[in-house]
């Protein structure tokens, strides 16, 4: 009998069908990713999948009954997914809760200036980034904003072959030499990321004639002045879309991975999913990058509210089943985890972090330093959720975020525990988290979404 526990590496594993499978559904993942790269994007895209399978907007359901596959949108920037079981909603829900929003650069209120013969955009990181990354790559700029007669004009521009991209410059080497000495977060300051938007002026114009020249074009192309970018909503992200990265093509470069990978994983297990026996949600917020504040991140009523419509419409509302609804439901709180990487190998303890290509991630807990912030899932749960994996064979894997002492960070976990619901953390490990473009084996995604089928089924 072998008592010790040894990984497994996935490409060794999987079989020719789920092979076969794996490269389908990554070239899905792939052009999700390239068509989701903003919350906003993400929430129209999950929604149109979703409207092609069968989901209606619970907002126009006067009643609902077991097998109904329903949608609820928050503010355009985040949504949840429900298909309803067959057991009465107070005995619990199985919920895969994850976040569409990555780390990016945000336009500033008012953002165009002149300087230098060139036009820019000032710039407001978004989240956890190490602010060098952002220099010297093209760029694109995707968001809404609102013209002086109310319409809402859609921004998406740099993402195609054909038009223009965007850049923060960087100073040469050959004059880095007291840049050289700076620490790493040091190197670029927050108020040097602003991105070149053009440098062509208007020939009648001797007063900011670059940046006039750029409202012309911008007011010809959107018919915005101004004026309207102080009420605008637009985001600076990468401009290249995924590739396949490796001579064999087994891992997928790409801006968001975090955390859209286990988005576009619970996503497609969820449209898989008819006739539970339990409830089953798939959770898509917004904001985790910044603590899932505001009305569309996770510590929002928004979660609360449509789990009210719902058993309004399915059985009556009662304030006590709606409690126990809560209480009783399951999670896997659905976020990237850390890979280990041996080029870094002294941040990381390498019995507990997670190895490229060995399956879906658990991790236990998040937190920092002796667990701050953390869910802590319990044993009792854990085994039910090996168990659901081991039912389906999916290759499951353990790991923490690096060393205890190294840094840390968190996930929607502890929001959605205060309910008193069973939650752990399971997600995809990965390689340059939070880098303008993030890396993952494709057979770790494809395992992500096995165990998220495997849960909704068996848990």
């Known amino acids: 009998m072998d008592l010790e526990y040894k990984k497994q590496n996935s490409w060794k594993v999987l079989d020719d069908s789920q092979l076969e499978e794996l490269e389908t559904l990554s070239k899905d993942y792939m052009n999700f990713l390239d ?83 060139m036009a820019y955009f000032k710039t407001h990181y978004y989240g956890g980034v190490k602010k060098y990354h952002w220099t010297n790559m093209p760029l694109a700029l995707c968001g809404v904003a609102y013209d002086k007669d109310g319409n809402k004009i859609e921004i998406n521009i740099g ?38 938007i ?31 970018f102080l009420i605008a909503e637009i985001e600076a992200v990468p401009a290249q879309n995924a590739r396949e990265v490796g001579f064999d093509r087994s891992m997928i470069a790409a801006h968001g991975h975090d955390d859209r990978v286990c988005s576009f994983a619970s996503l497609s297990a969820i449209l898989k999913i008819d006739n539970p ?69 002294d941040a990381y303890e390498i019995t507990n972090t997670a190895l490229v290509s060995h399956g879906v991630t658990i991790a236990k807990y998040t937190g920092s330093g002796g667990k701050g912030g953390s869910n802590d899932a319990n044993s009792e749960y854990l085994n039910e959720v090996r168990n659901a994996f081991n039912k389906d064979k999916v290759n499951w894997q353990v790991g923490e975020l690096g060393k205890t002492d190294q840094g840390g960070g ?27 473009v993030e890396l993952l084996s494709k057979t770790d995604f494809y395992e992500t979404y096995r165990a998220y089928k495997s849960f909704f089924k068996n848990i």
């Open 35 to 117: 068509k989701a790269k903003t919350e906003r994007l993400a929430t129209d895209e999950i929604i149109r999948r979703a409207k092609d399978h069968g989901f209606l907007d619970l907002n126009e359901q006067e009643e609902i009954k077991a097998g109904d596959k329903l949608y609820q949108i928050n503010h355009n920037k985040s949504l949840a997914l429900f298909v309803i079981g067959e057991d009465d909603l107070e005995n619990g829900m199985n919920i895969v809760g994850s976040h569409i929003d990555s780390p990016r650069l945000d336009l500033k209120p008012n953002p165009m200036y002149e300087e230098g013969e």
């Open 410 to 436: 968190g996930t929607i976990a502890y929001i959605l525990a205060k309910y008193g619901m069973q939650v752990v953390d399971c997600g995809t490990q990965m390689l340059s988290m939070h880098a303008p």
């Open 277 to 345: 026996k339990k409830t089953t949600v798939s959770l898509f917020m917004d904001k985790e990058e910044i603590g899932s504040t505001g009305n569309t991140g996770m510590e929002s009523q928004f979660f609360e509210n449509a789990v009210m419509e719902v058993l309004d419409k399915k059985e009556g509302f009662d304030y006590l089943k709606f409690k126990r609804s809560l209480s009783n439901s399951k999670v896997l709180s659905a976020d990237v985890v850390c890979a280990y990487d041996p080029n870094f190998k």
């Open 159 to 196: 993402n195609n072959e054909d038009e223009p991209v965007f850049y923060i410059s960087e100073l040469l080497i050959h004059l880095s030499k007291d840049l050289s000495q700076k620490k790493a977060y040091e190197v670029i300051e927050a108020e040097q990321l602003n991105i070149i």
């Open 198 to 228: 053009g440098s062509k002026p208007l020939e009648e114009e001797k007063e900011n004639p670059i940046k006039k020249h750029i409202l012309k074009l911008i007011n010809e192309k959107y018919n915005l002045k101004e004026e309207d």
